[in-house]
């Protein structure tokens, strides 16, 4: 299995090098070069297996040159951090089936991805010897999952900038209490949008860059979204023994298209996915794209969903190559275009296209508080704002016919306050978090500068 870029001018890497390399040299994201098809019977014996297992199975068609067993033990450890036997249990409230992604040490669906990339960072780096020094910034969720995801490590240190005093209680806690000597946050006094100048700043230093060695964990890397395949399968799986139903509908909440995008190579592989279900917040640009083939780029306003406040979805591109019948060379005069105007339209033969494969729709802050409201009147579960979104579209947009799986995407911890306005009170925190405020910080305050930041990488690098 080779790996090629959207954009054609990178292609016939490996999986080790498309890990290593995150973004494609030529600007473009990398996918492998076929995605493999399982016959129905296959499919079957997949429906059965324990998380682990089922992850082996599907991970490994995509990782030639990892032998087995080391892939296993990866896998092994990766989803021995999370907190419930089935690692991502599938519970059955009020006619929906939902698959808890939040078990993970971080409390939100991005573990799933990040702890297996973080043991693959490490596992990689030792094998050739190399360091890693990842550079990130935040608003809230992707940092701690990639802490989570690489604290402790060997040869890798992470510097993770987060806007001072702007990002909840719960994640600036859950950042600035890992104290492991190659963790290294930083708040900025600024605001989200300086910590990603910064960084771009600071990655497009090249001599910077290669000398440290700088790395990257957002969700444009490839195993990111090969982890997040298997929950598909999972669900399906579960959900498939309990109905006897061989197709189901996904709803997804979704802001970079890099969980559904998971969810829409799962369908390309053979699951029975009769339409993915996208669910956007106010920041729409995705919904607008599926239903009314327009992509065009809008301000980012805030909602009780804040890790779906996002108007560029960094993993569109990869869709966009498989929209267009694998053409590069239209992905990169679509990609130019966007670049210019902010803007793409899509013609009738396109629309049907994604209409055969996606549903979607948004849902307002008033419906989304609603919608955690009634669920919760109505079952005494408690739904998190990005899940509640996923939960009113997908009602809205799947026909009664096959099962509805919604993905929960986070703990309702994490977003207590939306939660306390729409139910008037706040959901306890889990055991693993009951003690978070005593414990010991480590974090330092800097100012939104570019060279400050530089500067104190070269003291703290690997
Ligand atoms: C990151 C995140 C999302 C959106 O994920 P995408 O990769 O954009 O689909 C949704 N919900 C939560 C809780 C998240 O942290």
Redesign the pocket.
Known sequence: MRYISTRGKTANLSFKEAVMMGLADDGGLLLPESIPVLAPGDLAALGHLAYPELAFRIISLFTEGIPSADLKQLIDKSYQTFSHEETTPVVHQDGVYILELFHGPTL???DVALQFLGNLFEYLLREQGAKMNILGATSG??GSAAIYGVRGKENINIFILHPHQRVSPIQELQMTTVTDPNVFNLAIRGTFDDGQRIVKEVFGDLDFKTGFALGAVN?INWARVLAQVVYYFYAWGRVQRATGCKEVYFS?????????FAGYIAKRMGLPIRRLILATNENDILTRFVSQGDYSIRSVVPTPAP??D?QLASNFERYLYFLFDRRCDRVREAMAEFAAGGRLTFDADQRRQVAREFLAGSASRAETLATIRDFHAATGYIL?P?TAIGVKVGREQAGGEVPLICLA??HPAKFGEAVQEAIGQVPPLPDSLKDIEQRPRRCEITDADTEQIKEYIRRHAQ
């Open positions: 939100a669906f991005k969720d992707t969700s997804v909440p979704t802001g970079n298209f890099g969980d559904i890790s779906m996002i998190d990005h995407t986070a």
